[in-house]
């Protein structure tokens, strides 16, 4: 058998060969930064275009309709069950984006029907893990005020150790945070590389360039969470 001889003439400043799948893309081993980051997202996306395209113009079709059928019950119990179906609907398809974007920044294709028969065991605790982050954020929020800033990106990425990991809530929860810790600039890094994608909108041509870097930066926290998952052990140590 020969030795397993790394490639010299490859950088090694951003990619990890030891957590590396056979079928998956690079893993940074160091954090390029928010804006960094695009390329890794752009390529996560791109791969799996089709797919995302797809669940992007299905939940926008429930949309529609939604707010077509629902213009007619301004409230009332139709009203509500309507929203409650639009809303249960929504977090399945929310779940199954979120499938995609972690099999995508792996290097994995993946399509509609993979991703839904993959997270639809996982329903419960996407549910729960959902109610339970919402909780915790408006607590925060309504009970510590300031703190709500470093609680929020703690648990900010519970859904995404559910739908990987097969995680419980609880768990997912703890994961999230332990997996977060020292690194809340780097989400809200994100956050601001987010925000600014979004304010070229104002103006009619800013239109154009928030959709296309806005869908290409969409995958974002999947890398981070990927970064921070498969390089665990290098980072504690940092």
């Given at each position: 058998m020969e030795p397993n001889i790394p490639n010299t003439t490859a950088s090694t400043t951003n990619i990890n060969p030891i957590n590396q799948a056979p079928d998956a893309s690079p893993i940074l081993s160091q954090w390029p930064g928010a804006f960094g980051i695009y390329k890794t997202s752009k390529a996560a996306i791109t791969s799996n275009l089709v797919s995302f395209i797809s669940?992007?113009?299905?939940?926008?079709?429930?949309?529609?309709?939604?707010?077509?059928?629902?213009?007619?019950?301004?409230?009332?119990?139709?009203?509500?069950?309507?929203?409650?179906?639009?809303?249960?609907?929504?977090?399945?398809?929310?779940?199954?984006?979120?499938?995609?974007?972690?099999?995508?920044?792996?290097?994995?294709?993946?399509?509609?029907?993979?991703?839904?028969?993959?997270?639809?065991?996982?329903?419960?605790?996407?549910?729960?893990?959902?109610?339970?982050?919402?909780?915790?954020?408006?607590?925060?929020?309504?009970?510590?005020?300031?703190?709500?800033?470093?609680?929020?990106p703690r648990i900010y990425m519970s859904i995404y150790f559910v739908m990987d990991k097969n995680m419980s809530a609880i768990d997912a929860i703890k994961a999230s945070w332990n997996a977060t810790e020292h690194h809340i600039?780097?989400?809200?890094?994100?956050?601001g590389v987010e925000?600014?994608?979004?304010?070229?909108?104002?103006?009619?041509?800013?239109?154009?360039?928030?959709?296309?870097?806005?869908?290409?930066?969409?995958?974002?926290?999947?890398v981070l969470y990927a970064y921070l998952t498969n390089n665990r052990s290098q980072i504690d140590a940092i």
């Open positions: 669940l992007w113009v299905i939940i926008g079709l429930i949309s529609i309709l939604f707010s077509t059928i629902s213009s007619r019950f301004k409230s009332g119990p139709t009203y509500y069950l309507l929203e409650f179906i639009f809303n249960m609907i929504s977090l399945i398809i929310s779940a199954t984006l979120i499938y995609a974007i972690i099999e995508s920044v792996k290097g994995k294709k993946v399509t509609v029907g993979d991703a839904y028969s993959a997270i639809s065991s996982k329903m419960l605790n996407v549910l729960l893990v959902n109610i339970l982050v919402a909780f915790l954020s408006i607590l925060s929020i309504v009970v510590f005020i300031i703190p709500a800033f470093f609680v929020i600039g780097k989400i809200y890094g994100i956050f925000l600014l994608i979004i304010l070229p909108a104002i103006t009619i041509i800013g239109i154009v360039a928030t959709i296309y870097f806005g869908i290409m930066y969409y995958a974002a926290t999947g």
